[in-house]
């Protein structure tokens, strides 16, 4: 089985930055791609940046240019850097693993919270 553990969440004023770590680890065999999306309150969970294996990263249009995706593949650890923060950014943010052979994995979220 493989765990995802992430943190760097918290209450942050607009305009501001915080990064999100997530660490993989247990059985983790070949990843195909981490991902990390999030639920904003009473809304679906949305995909927000993806790095696939060999370094292609895709983000919603919402979070491009302040957003970035990276990936320390020696430690199995994507990490989010949000920049810039607005209070829509606001959501439980969720790490996603996905291995080549097919299996997904879902971390157990981190609140992020933009206000003054």
């Known amino acids: 089985q493989v765990q995802l553990v992430e943190s760097g969440g918290g209450l942050v004023q607009p305009g501001g930055s915080l990064r999100l770590s997530c660490a993989a680890s247990?059985?983790?065999?070949?990843?195909?791609?981490m991902a990390w999306y999030r639920q904003p309150p009473g809304k679906e969970r949305e995909l927000v940046a993806r790095i696939i294996r060999g370094g292609t990263t895709n983000y919603t249009d919402s979070v491009k240019g302040r957003f970035t995706i990276s990936r320390d593949n020696a430690k199995n650890t994507v990490y989010l850097q949000m920049n810039s923060l607005k209070a829509e950014d606001t959501a439980v943010y969720y790490c996603y693993l996905s291995e080549i052979l097919g299996s997904g994995f879902w971390g157990q979220g981190t609140q992020v919270t933009v206000s003054s």
């Open positions: 247990g059985s983790v065999r070949t990843i195909y791609a």
